[in-house]
């Protein structure tokens, strides 16, 4: 089964300096997001870039995606302490819509104001 | 508007017990999941409902999990004879249609302790 799964990071970086954080799935796709989450709680969601896009940029976010590679990384530019939280992947697989979503582990970032 | 709501936000028992957890979604969303998150890991998937009935059931990991959305709103997520692994946050999720490229719109879960 496909599943999202993240390089293992736990990234510190200071306040204003950008974020790169990666994803890498086993399987057809429909479509990939990215959510984050705050003190292990609810997830909000980012982003989601269709299997034919390329890339896509939302605010301070940008996203790519290479289904060749079958990867995707999250970018945040600019970052700021309030961007201090765990981003996880999520992968809807090819056939079953955006019905069962498989999240990767996480990678949690830590902005130092 | 309201958010996912889900009740109770923190759920203690002892092994062998039953409990059950409450998701109220989105008004008017009609798609519903269930995931279930152990610590340090993502969201796993245990069940979708589109309307009252459960089209996709496969993550549910035993019998002793059900999930149930009686007027396609309010689903109720129970699990019988509670074991240590159980242990885990349970989020629910809500989009309006189960399409292809909707939102999933997540509550902010039940942490569930196993004793």
């Known amino acids: 089964s496909q599943q999202g799964e993240e390089d293992p990071q736990a990234l510190s970086i200071q306040e204003g300096e950008n974020a790169t954080m990666n994803c890498s799935y086993k399987?057809?796709?429909?479509?990939l997001q990215w959510y984050r989450q705050n003190s292990g709680r609810g997830l909000v969601h980012l982003i989601l870039i269709r299997s034919n896009e390329r890339e896509k940029h939302s605010g301070r976010l940008r996203v790519t995606l290479d289904t060749s590679k079958k990867s995707s990384s999250l970018l945040i530019t600019a970052s700021r302490a309030a961007d201090t939280a765990s981003y996880f992947c999520?992968?809807?697989?090819?056939?079953?819509?955006?019905?069962?979503?498989?999240f990767g582990k996480g990678n949690q970032v830590v902005v130092i104001p | 508007g309201a958010g996912v709501s889900q009740t109770p936000s923190n759920k203690v028992t002892e092994k062998g017990k039953y409990v059950e957890l409450r998701c109220d979604p989105i008004?008017?969303?009609?798609?519903l999941y269930w995931y279930r998150q152990s610590l340090g890991q993502g969201p796993e998937f245990l069940i979708y409902f589109q309307g009252t009935g459960a089209a996709d059931d496969s993550g549910l990991p035993n019998d002793r999990f059900f999930a149930v959305r009686p007027e396609g709103s309010v689903s109720t997520l129970k699990i019988q004879r509670t074991e240590r692994g159980d242990s885990a946050v349970y989020l629910c999720a809500s989009s309006p249609l189960a399409g292809e490229y909707n939102e999933q719109f997540f509550g902010p879960g039940t942490r569930l302790t196993v004793l």
């Open positions: 399987t057809s796709i429909n479509n």
């Open positions: 999520a992968t809807a697989a090819e056939g079953y819509g955006n019905n069962r979503l498989a």
């Open positions: 008004s008017g969303h009609t798609a």
